[in-house]
């Protein structure tokens, strides 16, 4: 099949659970002899500066085309997807797939020219705090479009799947997404730029927004005494005062650790070494940073939101979602090695649960309108 995919920023990228879902979708059907193109934002990988990513044409045989935009909160995905989609009427391709609720609002456009389209729905966007007005509204727009004139939904938890069915009376399909089977690395850049040793420290690896619920966290941590570092691992995104708020707290307690983006070798090795990964978020899509954290064998700490707790199973922590005074009890818990889990038992458990080859057969059967609810 001739495929296109539009709503990511860009690829390749880990600025947020998109564009790690869009690669790796990508790239595994391009291995099954699908003829894949993404619909990249322009801009800067800000992630990987050796990549150049509004000059690439191609990358791991998947075909990329750039789409000028307007890196400005709520402007962005309007414009992207209105000249994104624009142009891929004129592809020919078989299906166009759109992923997440924002980008959604220009699914019509193919729709009216009889291409075939799917939409997954990473997450209720418009419930996030860091929209507001124009930008909340144009994703619950992109929303009702997606249900009217999307030929299948694909949503990534139970909740959400609930939830289209008791507001709009449209099934869905729940396609979790996958997880790959990681190299754990032994400390070495991550000793060498920030002191850190083998479960010397808490990790939070997420975006730094406020939904995600670092407050609660740094707030928490705060009031324990404890010799295990916080280490905050993440950068902003349309959330800068955020963001230095975020800091200036940080600033408060010399354990805290902020490292903004993380990549490569030294992402590997912050969740390889950590003692604890903590995910504290009010609303989650489907956490892609729980998963990989679980697919090292690390013991984890979350909210008890459904998409967490759907991801992690038994094998996690949990303490009552936006209550500090919970989560500090669980935080001490943890610290004082209770409810430990077997790393091998984490790690089996969520790689068996969540396999990328399985999402990708059950997505091409979608495409090709083989595929029942």
Request: charged share 30%; aromatic share 10%.
């Amino acid at each position: 099949m001739k495929l296109a995919m539009i709503g990511h920023k860009r690829i390749p990228s880990r600025e947020g659970g998109v564009e790690i879902v869009v690669e790796e979708l990508a790239t595994r059907l391009v291995e099954n002899g699908n003829d894949v193109h993404v619909f990249n934002r322009k801009g800067n990988n800000v992630l990987d500066t050796n990549i150049k990513t509004k000059k690439l044409k191609e990358y791991k045989g998947i075909k990329i085309k750039t789409i000028f935009t307007i890196n400005k909160k709520g402007l962005d995905a309007f414009l992207y997807s209105l000249i994104a989609s624009v142009q891929a009427i004129f592809g020919k391709y078989d299906c166009i797939h759109y992923h997440a609720e924002g980008s959604c609002g220009m699914l019509w456009i193919p729709h009216l020219f009889k291409i075939r389209t799917v939409a997954t729905i990473h997450g209720l966007d418009w419930k996030r705090a860091k929209w507001g007005g124009f930008g909340s509204k144009y994703i619950k727009f992109g929303e009702k479009i997606a249900v009217k004139y999307a030929d299948e939904i694909i949503v990534l938890s139970k909740g959400v799947q609930a939830y289209f069915k008791e507001t709009y009376n449209r099934d869905t399909h729940f396609i979790p997404n996958g997880v790959t089977k990681p190299i754990p690395k032994n400390v070495k850049i991550i000793k060498e730029k920030y002191g850190l040793e083998k479960e010397s420290y808490i990790l939070f690896l997420a975006r730094i927004v406020p939904e995600k619920g670092l407050d609660y966290l740094i707030e928490a941590y705060r009031s324990i005494k404890t010799d295990k570092k916080l280490v905050i691992a993440g950068g902003a995104s349309h959330t800068n005062s955020y963001y230095n708020e975020i800091k200036e707290k940080a600033k408060q307690d010399n354990r805290i650790i902020m490292t903004g983006f993380v990549q490569g070798e030294e992402l590997q090795e912050l969740y390889s070494n950590t003692y604890l990964y903590c995910l504290p978020s009010d609303i989650e899509g489907m956490p892609i940073s729980l998963m990989e954290a679980m697919s090292y064998g690390r013991n984890c700490l979350v909210s008890n939101i459904e998409e967490n707790t759907q991801v992690c199973g038994k094998f996690a922590t949990r303490f009552e979602k936006g209550n500090t005074k919970d989560l500090k009890n669980k935080l001490e818990n943890c610290l004082e090695g209770k409810n430990r889990y077997n790393s091998s038992e984490i790690s089996d458990y969520i790689l068996n649960k969540y396999n990328w080859d399985d999402v990708v057969v059950k997505t091409e059967k979608l495409y090709k309108n083989e595929y029942y609810i």
